[in-house]
């Protein structure tokens, strides 16, 4: 017989039929009038099925009876109506195959509630609590909406380069990729190592976005995105920074800066009504048990023009509002997490897109404005996590971005690939990059984002 995943019984599968079942316990109560009922959890929701058994199971006494959380097994048996409250249908028991036993004593996810921070210890069992769980089920729903979106819309998917030799975002945040010893001594009279001597003969990085990659497809093809990890070595520990986290960037030929604006809105409502209505129950567990309003606040999205504000703008307001902001407000000055919180939550109650801001405090590729002092910027603030989507119109202009990169200290030697782009047949492009995970934590309510990844890398934690 065909294992049914536990949605199915639940949601599906008519009460009569025989079925087999296959999970984790997640609690046992054994009753003295000779039966035992079993919370059954696969994953594949976030409710369990009951399973009751009777004492005239052979293995009652000395293995069912023994079933604690953690344990793993498989059931067959007859999917009945159940009499009592909390659920529809439950099984009703033939034979239940103990696949492997946990240690009541040494399992870290007993029956009591356990915090994020302690479930963080145990990366590997986590997914198996109700929250997790959850999290993992509309991470995946997110990731495949994504590629549909752009899919339905005739972008092509361009797998970008994990190691490049580029830094996209000229911070200086990179992981370099090396196969010298670090421990081996530098040869007597070089002083130094050189790279002449690494693997790829020059310096090496993880990404730190596939955008300059991304940049010369869309050069050739129009338009195309790219979904894949990115890598950051900043000390920030915070709630919304990870050092490996993921990104989708989608780059359009033919394109400014209000298209860019355009294509990011509708991508986040899109994905917001994709999850509303296909991960309800998991929505509700979040509104109910981490973020008391959680469906609103995204059916509400869905249907909100994002308000669109110019940097100088908001500068503006931030300055004339009574609030007393850690970071006093200033023009020049690049927006903290209070100040966007502020615009999202306070002011516009919602998404907004703050567009044109100073060209010091932006990336050397952000096209310049012909007021010379900002740049074709776009950055799409959500409430309560602030900066989700990042993106720009780029400089398509050779002499322009030369410029650009001068004042930023970039060497062009580095890029001349990327300026070959401007040499033959240069086009108007924009693009954006979403940080996945901080989308994920939107849309879960969960408040650190090392919740929302399964394997969280941050400074001092691998
Ligand atoms: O604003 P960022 O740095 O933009 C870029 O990398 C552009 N090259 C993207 C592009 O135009 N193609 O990063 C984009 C987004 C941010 O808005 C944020 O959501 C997320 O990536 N992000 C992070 N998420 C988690 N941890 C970090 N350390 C992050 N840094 C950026
Ligand atoms: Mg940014």
Not at 247 to 266: R, S
Not at 306 to 327: G, Q, V, W
Request: hydrophobic share 40%; charged share 25%; aromatic share 10%.
């Amino acid at each position: 017989m065909k294992r049914q995943r536990v949605i199915e019984l639940l949601t599906c599968t008519p009460p009569g039929t025989q079925i087999k079942a296959a999970g984790w316990v997640r609690t046992r109560r054994s009753s003295k009038g000779g039966f035992t009922f079993i919370e059954l959890n696969d994953g594949s929701s976030l409710h369990n099925v009951q399973v009751m058994a009777f004492d005239n199971l052979p293995n009652y006494s000395d293995e069912i009876n023994h079933l604690y959380p953690g344990a793993s097994i498989a059931v067959t048996g007859r999917l009945v109506e159940s009499e009592g409250s909390g659920q529809s249908v439950e099984i009703k028991a033939d034979c239940i195959r103990v696949l492997g036993h946990a240690d009541p004593l040494n399992y870290p996810l007993g029956k009591q509630r356990i915090n994020f921070e302690t479930l963080r210890e145990v990366p590997h069992l986590r997914a198996r609590t109700n929250s997790f769980g959850a999290v993992a089920r509309v991470r995946s729903l997110l990731a495949h909406e994504i590629h549909r979106f752009f899919h339905e819309r005739k972008f092509l998917l361009v797998h970008t380069p994990i190691i490049t030799g580029n830094d996209c975002e000229g911070a200086g945040a990179m992981f370099q990729v090396t196969t010298l010893d670090p421990l081996a001594p530098a040869a007597p009279d070089s002083g130094t190592r050189n790279y002449a001597d690494d693997f790829f003969g020059r310096r090496a990085a993880l990404t730190v976005s596939g955008q300059l990659e991304g940049e010369t497809y869309a050069c050739a093809l129009g338009d195309i995105y790219t979904f894949g990890p990115t890598f950051r070595a900043e000390n920030s520990n915070t709630r919304r920074h990870l050092s490996e986290f993921w990104m989708v960037e989608p780059e359009m030929a033919f394109a400014d800066l209000n298209d860019d604006a355009d294509l990011a809105q509708d991508f986040l409502r899109y994905l917001f009504d994709a999850v509303l209505q296909q991960c309800s129950a998991d929505l509700e567990f979040f509104d109910k048990r981490i973020e008391p309003g959680l469906i609103a606040k995204l059916e509400h999205l869905v249907e909100q023009e994002f308000t669109r504000i110019t940097y100088s703008d908001a500068i503006a307001l931030l300055a004339k509002s009574e609030r007393d902001f850690d970071f006093p407000v200033s023009w020049g000055m690049d927006l903290q997490s209070e100040h966007e919180r502020h615009l999202t939550e306070e002011i516009f109650k919602g998404a907004v897109i703050v567009t044109d801001y100073p060209a010091q405090i932006k990336a050397f590729y952000m096209r310049r404005n012909t007021n010379e002092r900002t740049v074709a910027a776009m950055d799409v603030l959500l409430p309560k996590v602030g900066e989700i989507v990042g993106g720009s119109q780029r400089e398509e202009r050779l002499d322009y971005l030369l410029e650009a990169m001068r004042n930023n200290n970039v060497d062009p030697d580095n890029y001349t690939q990327y300026l070959d782009l401007r040499r033959f047949g240069s086009v108007p492009h924009a693009g954006f990059g979403l940080g996945f995970e901080r989308f994920v934590q939107f849309c879960t309510g969960m408040s650190n984002i090392r919740d929302v990844i399964p394997f969280p890398r941050t400074p001092r934690r691998l």
